[in-house]
């Protein structure tokens, strides 16, 4: 029951980026180990329905259930008590991640108005987010049902140690990225 882009990772990624770089055996390349998709959501602190909207939202955009982020402490500026719900999460992982991959890559970020391609920056350990401004860039959101214009992080986990294995790894997953890596 294996998705088209796992298919695709382990007969032409894998033989690529070992060829690439050289590395002895098939273990060392670089794999995609989870996508975790968050939004924080401020404005939650005074109403309480766009926790749930945020919820359902991303259930609808990743098909896994959504959980509530909670807050580590108290923050009276900010009207913040300790483990209030001041946003939402998901983890993907294996098919479930491979298929939300595919539809970013060809269907939502197509959608975003004036799309040149995404940053180049990764993290130093071969991780890399993406932060997207719209939720409606997703065809699995209504337009006329939401309340507010969310935005969202989508991080990429991979096991590459270095930028430049994790960017040759996301570049191969067909990630628009803008320029070359340096």
């Known amino acids: 029951m294996s998705t088209t882009l796992g298919n695709d990772y382990k007969e032409r990624i ?3 980026l070992q060829k690439e770089f050289n590395y002895s055996t098939v273990m060392q390349v670089p794999r995609l180990e989870k996508i975790v ?3 924080g959501l401020g404005a939650a602190t005074q109403d309480k329905k ?3 909207t945020a919820l359902n939202e991303l259930t609808a955009i990743t098909g896994q259930k959504a959980v509530p982020t909670l807050s580590k402490k108290d923050i009276s500026n900010f009207k913040l008590r300790k483990k209030m719900p001041i946003g939402a999460m998901v983890t993907l992982r294996k098919d479930k991640m491979y298929e939300f991959l595919e539809r970013l890559v060809k269907v939502a970020l197509p959608r975003i108005r004036d799309f040149k391609g995404i940053n180049s920056k990764l993290d130093g350990r071969g991780n890399y987010t993406l932060g ?3 939720q409606i860039i997703f065809p699995e ?3 006329d049902s939401v309340p507010k214009l969310q935005g969202m992080n989508i991080t990429f986990v991979t096991s590459a140690p270095t930028d430049e294995e994790g960017f040759a790894l996301l570049k191969k997953f067909g990630l628009p990225f803008k320029h070359e890596n340096k």
């Open 37 to 39: 998709i968050n939004q």
């Open 132 to 134: 997207i401004q719209e």
């Open 50 to 52: 766009l926790i749930e």
């Open 14 to 16: 894998v033989p690529e």
């Open 141 to 143: 959101i209504n337009i």
